[in-house]
């Protein structure tokens, strides 16, 4: 993936934000998705990672819906857009390109690899449990 925070991650946030604050039980999934203003159906695509990644249990039926099945202050902000957009990419120059070998590198090689790997670092220890403010 490219360095970048979609819509699709930032609901992802959001939802994992208002299943941690359910203390038991299934989150309805048409009520997590009425509070992100998205469709049932388009709230399956996002927590559909999540699934898959181990961090929510989904369940059908009438007591079903969505829970935490993980600790989510055991992750980073950089966990969770990996878990749902894939790994990021750590090779692209800033042009989209792959990075050219070493002894050709862009103009804005340096000073882009420094701002890639400070963000990297800020995701990484952004924790996911302090962003959603369930910590103090």
Known sequence: MQLEFTRKSELALRALGII???????????????????SPHYLTTVMAPLSRAGWVR???GPTGGYR??????????????ESIEG????ESCMHGDLMRPIQEPCALHEP?????????????TANLAEVL????
């Open 68 to 81: 935490l099945s993980t600790d989510i202050s055991n992750y980073s902000v950089l966990d969770l857009v």
């Open 112 to 124: 882009w690899t420094r701002a890639r790997e400070a963000l990297l670092k800020e995701l990484e």
């Open 87 to 90: 790994a990021i990419d750590k």
């Open 58 to 60: 989904s369940a059908t």
């Open 133 to 136: 403010g369930l910590q103090p």
């Open 20 to 38: 941690s604050r359910t203390s038991e039980g299934f989150v309805n999934g048409p009520e997590i998705a009425n509070a992100l203003s998205i």
